[in-house]
């Protein structure tokens, strides 16, 4: 009798992972009110225009998945401001852990009357063991003393302390989140800005373009001042480069 053939035992696939290619990117369900969506876009635009120079990664109202089991769950979660440090500034659809090799710095919350409640307990719970972030606040666009900042000490978030002018401090980006009180998108509130720890908020980029187009106005005419002085005493002006190029 001849030998039975043998058979090789082929090895299981290994499943790897899904990418953000392959995960849910979107819920199909928009921020709460127009005011919420304005605020998130004022914290994230001005931010995003302050670290331009680094490897920073500034999103919002993107799902951030942690872990298997969440993504098994179809339990995505998607913060409404979140900061990522030392990460390249490429377009992302979601933030996937696993590939990018960290998780967010801070996460920002913008509470509204049907998430609150889960952004103070099952949220939080999440960021400070699951994803450890390392600093986290809440901000109710409608309620602005609802405020509150942690920073994550050991496994715990203990609650930040506000400073003399009630902003809480973001030691992960030496800033401060501050209230202020002004017009957004022809909205007179008080909105949660991004400032420097001397105080001064960070322009959008709308507003960092208008201070300019006013300091280039200011400096045109402060020189027509000037011409007209020297004019009144018979001295002619120097004429710019600009100036003699064009002539």
């Given at each position: 009798m001849s030998n039975p053939q043998l058979t090789e035992e082929k090895e299981p696939p290994i499943s790897l992972?899904?990418?953000?290619?392959?995960l849910p990117c979107d819920?199909?369900?928009?921020?709460?009110?127009?005011?919420?969506?304005?605020?998130?876009?004022?914290?994230?635009?001005?931010?995003?225009?302050?670290?331009?120079q680094q490897n920073a990664y500034v999103g919002g109202n993107m799902f951030v998945y942690f872990s298997l089991e969440q993504v098994r769950n179809q339990d995505e979660r998607g913060p409404d401001v979140?900061?990522?440090?030392?990460?390249?500034?490429?377009?992302?659809?979601?933030?996937?852990?696993w590939e990018e090799g960290k998780g967010p710095d801070i996460v920002i919350e913008l509470l509204s009357e049907s998430?609150?409640?889960?952004?103070?307990?099952?949220?939080?719970?999440?960021?400070?063991?699951?994803m450890r972030v390392p600093e986290y606040f809440w901000y109710d666009p409608f309620n602005p003393e609802d405020f509150q900042g942690f920073r994550l000490?050991?496994?715990?978030?203990?609650?930040?302390?506000p400073d003399e002018q009630g902003g809480l401090i973001s030691q992960e980006l030496n800033l401060a989140l501050v209230k202020w009180s002004g017009s957004y998108r022809e909205i007179n509130t008080i909105w949660l800005r991004w400032a420097t720890l001397e105080g001064?908020?960070?322009?959008?980029?709308?507003?960092r373009?208008?201070?300019?187009?006013?300091?280039a106005e200011l400096a045109e005419q402060q020189l027509e001042e000037m011409r007209q002085y020297l004019k009144e005493r018979?001295?002619?002006?120097?004429?710019?480069?600009?100036e003699s190029r064009d002539n």
């Open positions: 992972p899904p990418t953000q290619d392959e819920d199909g369900i928009p921020m709460e009110t127009e005011r919420h969506k304005h605020q998130s876009d004022l914290l994230i635009n001005a931010l995003w225009e302050r670290l331009k979140f900061v990522v440090l030392d990460v390249p500034r490429t377009e992302r659809k979601s933030w996937v852990i998430t609150l409640n889960r952004d103070k307990t099952e949220k939080k719970q999440i960021y400070q063991s699951r000490q050991g496994s715990v978030y203990q609650p930040l302390e001064e908020i960070l322009p959008t980029p709308e507003e373009a208008e201070q300019q187009r006013l300091r018979g001295i002619d002006m120097p004429q710019s480069e600009q």
